[in-house]
């Protein structure tokens, strides 16, 4: 039994199937980034396994599927909480407090960079530019949703909101 069998699902193999599908055939590994955000979709995170197993399905060396899942930080390689919040902290926004919101997030949930709360409902990283320079503070709720301008009082409300809705 092959990694790919023993690690996609009928359901996730399709999901490939149709990524790979948009690139001539002798490109298949063109498909490599929308693979790993279907496993993160579909497992929360991408583990080692996960990547020997894209790697095997696009006929690339697991060390190149690493270097993609390794290069971006929408990759999760470890279980994240419910809401990951990554928070820019590039030198546009460090002028702007973007260090200041990062601390304050991690103060109020009790947790260091990269932590993860307790009850795992946050995961609070830094985070390189999001291209929002001039709406700073900003950050990047689970990797889809941007927030701007976010002082400690629109932290506070966001964190309580999150915390709220948390399943």
Excluded: W
């Excluded at 702007?96 to 601390?103: P, S, V």
């Excluded at 009850?119 to 889809?144: H, I």
């Excluded at 927030?147 to 915390?163: V, W």
């Amino acid at each position: 039994m092959s990694a790919t069998d023993s690690m996609l699902s009928e359901q996730t193999a399709a999901r490939f199937a149709r990524e790979v599908a948009k690139y001539p055939a002798d490109q298949r590994q063109s498909a490599v980034m929308a693979c790993l955000a279907i496993v993160q979709q579909e497992q929360g995170f991408v583990s080692a396994d996960a990547e020997r197993a894209v790697a095997e399905y696009l006929g690339m060396a697991p060390i190149a599927v690493h270097e993609v899942t390794t290069f971006y930080n929408m990759y999760n390689q470890q279980p994240v909480g419910q809401f990951k919040l990554n928070v820019c902290t590039n030198l546009p926004c460090q002028l702007r407090d973007g260090q200041t919101a990062l601390d304050h997030v991690c103060s109020r949930l009790g947790v260091e960079p990269y932590g993860t709360t307790a009850d795992g409902v946050f995961t609070v990283q830094p985070s390189e530019c999001l291209g929002a320079c001039a709406d700073a503070p900003v950050l990047l709720v689970n990797d889809r949703q941007m927030l701007s301008f976010m002082g400690e009082s629109r932290l506070d409300e966001l964190l309580d909101t999150l915390k709220a809705s948390a399943t």
